[in-house]
Nanobody, 122 residues
Framework: QVQLVESGGGLVQAGGSLRLSCAAS????????MGWFRQAPGKEREFVAA????????WYADSVKGRFTISRDNAKITVYLQMNSLKPEDSAAYYC???????????????WGQGTQVTVSS
């Protein structure tokens, strides 16, 4: 069983930065891809970024490329999302996910955190 707990969300002005963390429990963390998804009010949940279990491959939504960076520390059992140059349209609940094939699509991710809110003011 894998449990995921996100942290690091908050309120920030446009152009600012935040770093989200996702702490995982479970011995199989190091063998799973990890991803971040987000959901704004009234919208469907969408893919943001993902990273392979080794950290050697990363995937990003076009809307965040060049601004967000995903990374992981398997020793600390944690995955991070560094978000720079934030825009009001980045405001959403951000969810951490894990799964052997977890990349762009929700159904590839078996485990989910409860989410952390990010609000970007203009």
């Amino acid at each position: 069983q894998v449990q995921l707990v996100e942290s690091g969300g908050g309120l920030v002005q446009a152009g600012g930065s935040l770093r989200l963390s996702c702490a995982a429990s479970g011995q199989t963390f190091s063998r799973r891809n990890m991803g971040w998804f987000r959901q704004a009010p009234g919208k469907e949940r969408e893919f943001v970024a993902a990273i392979s279990w080794s950290g050697g491959s990363t995937w990003y939504a076009d809307s965040v490329k060049g601004r967000f960076t995903i990374s992981r520390d398997n020793a600390k059992i944690t995955v991070y999302l560094q978000m720079n140059s934030l825009k009001p349209e980045d405001s959403a609940a951000y969810y951490c996910a894990a799964g052997f094939g977890c990349t762009y699509y929700e159904n590839e991710c078996s485990y989910w955190g409860q989410g952390t809110q990010v609000t970007v003011s203009s």
